[in-house]
């Protein structure tokens, strides 16, 4: 948690990664993500929501990097709202509680 307060963003560079609970708990505090396009964060990071997916080279990270750079502190933090609202919102104990019981009702 104090690594995170400290931080403007989280740059996640696994590639092919399954899930990665690393991008949900930068979200969850409220920090943008830069992750490689493959694997888990393709189902947890919005690009240009709560963060970037890029390709996984130095020059497509450098560029989303840069683009979090020259954001103004205001849109920053309206990013990283965004992503604990995403968080909140797919992947918390409650989300995940009511997509249960929609599936065991349904059937």
């Known amino acids: 948690e ?3 307060s400290g931080c ?3 740059v996640y560079t696994p590639q092919n990664e399954h899930f990665g609970i690393v991008p949900l708990e930068a979200m969850a505090a409220g920090r943008p993500v830069v992750a490689c396009d493959s694997g888990g964060p393709l ?3 919005v690009s240009g ?3 970037f997916i890029c ?3 130095a020059r497509a990270f ?3 990097m840069g683009r ?3 954001m103004d502190e205001g849109a920053l933090l309206r990013m990283g709202e965004a992503s604990r609202r995403h968080v909140r919102a797919k992947f918390s104990r409650k989300a995940f509680g009511d997509k249960l019981f929609q599936i065991v009702v349904s059937r």
Do not use: D, R
Request: glycine residues 4%; hydrophobic residues 50%.
């Open 55 to 57: 390709e996984p080279t």
């Open 8 to 10: 403007a963003a989280v």
């Open 62 to 64: 450098a560029s989303a």
């Open 49 to 51: 929501e709560t963060g």
């Open 2 to 4: 104090t690594l995170l």
């Open 68 to 70: 979090l750079c020259a």
């Open 43 to 45: 189902e947890t990071v």
